[in-house]
């Protein structure tokens, strides 16, 4: 390894540490668009507080129980490399093959780590207490994620199983998937958005917005998928960053397509959720398939948003504002199962160890889960007061008013 091609490494993986952190600004345009004016400084706090809190949490305690070194005859069920992070022996081109610094290492890991809880945010909108957000987002990004990702990425038992999860189709986006549904089944639904059994469509203040949201989340991908290769190398960044584009374009024109041929009309918000499902449905796999494997993989979600969100609100009264569920936890499953499928690592037994991948860490995530939103609920409270949710949360929980009239003389 030379230095210039650590350097040019290195740069690389700043410029993904870049990109995967401006995501959050996408996933905060899409929950404020896709709901009410008078929530929208309320997520635009609970966004800044994932990603602020994420990093130092990270710090602290995720990225040694993430990457612990599970030493020769562990389980690589549990292990934990210490509080807080400390240069490791060597120079620093001896790290992680010459592929980049220590710190950069961190930095990476730490802005995915913040995204399962921001998965989350969008799911419980208008109606979670602000104090019960925060409380079960610490925990859940403490040990639920950190704890997950050792099994694979920190060289634990699912990766001395075989599964694969290139860049977190399951590891990340599931994870956050399992925590949004169960917070949901906890807090139930917003008032008004079931009325006596029927379905009442509760419109976001600002599509143009989400919609900006969307294409910020998919810019964030490049760095997500590409940064995942953990070099500069160029064919293999290349082939990933292909399939990520492939798959996004056909999971939004599959899902529109099959939204007008259900429903009726050129629905935006289902396009949109087609390019997220198509974007979570390759990244398990998109180191490994071609490109009309992707496109396949990506149309194939864009039929899941559909009918998951539907499934979701219309049949199981699971109210989801942005449809976060469907979009992260169910194409989630699917991306993670289609590396058994499709793709160079495509065979029975794989699909088995993607299977017991994607049921275990549900397992897991349906119990920590549990757990700390039961903490939550007898402590602080996950529920906003219905006057409070009546009222909007920006006036009743933070005294502000995010689109306060001009003031003429």
Request: aromatic share 14%; proline share 2%; charged share 10%.
């Amino acid at each position: 390894m030379t230095e210039a091609l650590f350097t040019a490494n290195n740069v690389w993986m700043m410029i993904c540490t870049a990109l995967v952190f401006i995501m959050h600004l996408g996933f905060g345009f899409l929950e404020l668009g896709m709901t009410r004016q008078k929530n929208a400084i309320n997520i635009f706090f609970k966004n800044f507080y994932v990603i602020t809190m994420g990093i130092l949490v990270y710090f602290i305690i995720g990225f040694n129980l993430m990457y612990p070194g599970f030493g020769e005859g562990s389980s690589g069920i549990l292990g934990f490399g210490g509080f807080g992070l400390s240069l490791p022996d060597g120079a620093p081109i001896d790290y992680a093959g010459g592929g980049y610094t220590y710190w950069t290492d961190f930095l990476f890991q730490a802005v995915f780590a913040a995204t399962a809880a921001t998965i989350v945010s969008g799911a419980v909108a208008e109606r979670v207490k602000l104090e019960g957000f925060m409380l079960f987002s610490l925990l859940y990004v403490a040990f639920t994620y950190p704890i997950v990702g050792s099994w694979q990425w920190g060289g634990g038992w699912l990766s001395d199983l075989g599964f694969h999860d290139f860049a977190g189709s399951t590891l990340v986006h599931s994870v956050g998937g399992w925590a949004a549904l169960m917070f949901v089944y906890f807090i139930g639904p917003r008032i008004g958005k079931y009325d006596n059994g029927k379905v009442k469509a509760i419109p976001g203040h600002n599509l143009p917005l989400a919609a900006g949201g969307v294409l910020i989340l998919w810019l964030g991908w490049f760095g997500f998928n590409g940064g995942s290769v953990l070099s500069g190398e160029p064919s293999a960044t290349s082939l990933v960053l292909v399939n990520t584009c492939l798959a996004a374009s056909a999971g939004a024109l599959v899902a529109f397509l099959f939204s007008k041929f259900s429903f009726g009309s050129f629905d935006l918000t289902m396009l949109m959720n087609g390019v997220l499902g198509g974007l979570v449905g390759i990244t398990a796999g998109a180191d490994q398939m071609d490109a009309l494997q992707s496109i396949v993989i990506g149309g194939f979600s864009g039929i899941v948003v559909v009918y998951g969100i539907s499934l979701l609100d219309r049949i199981l009264k699971i109210d989801d504002p942005v449809g976060a569920i469907a979009v992260h936890l169910i194409c989630g499953i699917w991306g993670t199962l289609a590396v058994g499928i499709f793709g160079d690592l495509a065979s029975w037994s794989q699909f088995l160890n993607q299977l017991v991948g994607v049921g275990i860490i549900g397992l897991f995530c349906v119990l920590t889960s549990s757990i700390f939103l039961i903490i939550a609920k007898y402590t602080v409270g996950i529920r906003a007061k219905r006057d409070y949710e009546i009222q909007g949360l920006d006036s009743t929980e933070h005294s502000m008013d995010a689109y306060s009239d001009f003031q003429t003389k």
